[in-house]
């Protein structure tokens, strides 16, 4: 047997941490980090039955654990004892996280001179948190919306689901996607006049983990097939086991369900989002990274005239705000009808404030477009007449 770090996440800060535990010998548990084999067939074969009797990474504090983390990621177990403490709180935190409605004429003041560039997380930012995850539909007026943004400004949409997934519901060629918490990324395909080059931006640094990817969702799968309401969702280069559907007193069997899959993966990783469980691949990539690469990819790594906004829900979307906080440029917006600890600047309640905040935005480029092109027109009238 030899020891192995696996990555579980803390319960009161929702941040992973390595733990070591007993493995067999096998070279692909050398290290946690390491790369997966290449063909498809070699991993780790193992039946429901002695999944579930592993009792290493089924230990009741373990799990229960996962639980707490669980109940921290849904918006419905934020209580708190007393009304006046929670109003305290809820006042507190919004003098912190403004309303990007409220403080819009703050926001493109700051703005001025630069190049707004637009990211928008998709569930639960441009459509709401359904039960059914396949049925996360965007309305036609959030469409239309998220479609003269991209008129104005370069916009991309940066999700946890599947590229191709998100594209189905959002169906605008001109937009860059990065799926996969980013580890899916492509430019537009027509129509944008800030698309770099002759072909769209592709790229995919976790391909190497499609086949590793592919067996631990096929075992999911078949762990999970009892739990009534749990769904796995393929994410191509990630996965994630929804719970919204799950009754809270079957959240410990399904933890356990899971744990025991991951155990046989170490170099997977376990985080959680709004009623999910997202299992990634250990490489340092996240919705941080994909910002920095599209950005670098539409050319203003380097640029102090670019203003980046994110848009986002989840606790994944805060690797995003944190960058935008340490490059010093931008915003980043919380959707949020509740307190949460957060790197964003601002906040909006639901995906009705969204819209309403990037209409807003392009009322507001629109205004100020026709003031450059009046005073343009002054200019050269004045030039003529001397």
Same mark, same amino acid.
């Given at each position: ?49 002695? /999944? ?27 209580? $708190?004892?007393?009304?006046? /403490? ?85 169906? /605008? ?33 976790? $391909? ?86 599209? /950005? ?91």
């Amino acid at each position: 047997m030899t020891n192995q770090n696996v990555v579980v996440p803390d319960a009161k800060s929702g941040i992973n941490m390595a733990i070591t535990v007993a493995v067999s010998g096998s070279s692909l548990f050398s290290s946690a980090a390491q790369k997966p084999p290449a063909v498809p067939g070699t991993y780790i074969t193992i039946s429901k039955k002695k /999944l579930l009797q592993n009792l290493d990474i089924n230990t009741g504090a373990r799990i229960n654990a996962w639980v707490d983390s669980m109940r921290a990621s849904s918006p419905t177990h934020i209580k $708190s004892s007393s009304p006046h /403490l929670s109003d305290d709180h809820h006042n507190s935190w919004t003098m912190h996280h403004p309303s990007a409605l409220d403080m819009f004429e703050q926001i493109t003041n700051a703005s001025k001179g630069k190049q707004i560039v637009m990211f928008l997380d998709y569930d639960g930012t441009l459509s709401p948190i359904v039960d059914d995850p396949d049925r996360a539909f965007m309305s036609d007026s959030m469409r239309a919306t998220v479609r003269k943004v991209a008129r104005y400004f370069p916009t991309a949409i940066v999700s946890g689901r599947c590229r191709d997934k998100v594209y189905s519901f959002v169906r /605008l060629a001109e937009l860059y996607y990065a799926g996969s918490h980013g580890m899916d990324i492509k430019g537009p395909s027509k129509g944008s006049k800030y698309k770099k080059g002759a072909e769209a931006v592709l790229f995919q640094p976790a $391909s190497e983990y499609l086949p590793m990817i592919d067996e631990v969702y096929k075992a999911l799968l078949e762990v999970t097939k009892d739990t009534p309401g749990a769904k796995v969702e393929n994410n191509k280069f990630c996965l994630s086991v929804h719970f919204r559907c799950v009754d809270e007193k079957k959240w410990s069997e399904l933890a356990k369900q899971v744990g025991s899959v991951l155990e046989m993966y170490p170099s997977l990783r376990l985080t959680q989002g709004r009623k999910v469980l997202e299992i990634r691949p250990t490489i340092k990539w996240d919705k941080g990274k994909a910002l920095e690469f599209l /950005l670098e990819s539409l050319g203003y790594a380097n640029c102090t005239d670019v203003f980046p906004v994110y848009i986002g829900d989840d606790r994944t979307d805060e690797d995003a705000f944190k960058v935008l906080r340490e490059r010093g440029q931008g915003f980043g917006i919380l959707v949020s009808k509740t307190p949460k600890d957060t790197n964003a600047s601002y906040s909006l309640q639901e995906p009705s404030e969204v819209m309403a905040f990037l209409r807003r935005l392009v009322d507001w480029k629109k205004l100020s477009l026709r003031r450059q092109f009046r005073i343009r027109r002054r200019l050269e009238e004045m030039k003529m007449s001397l």
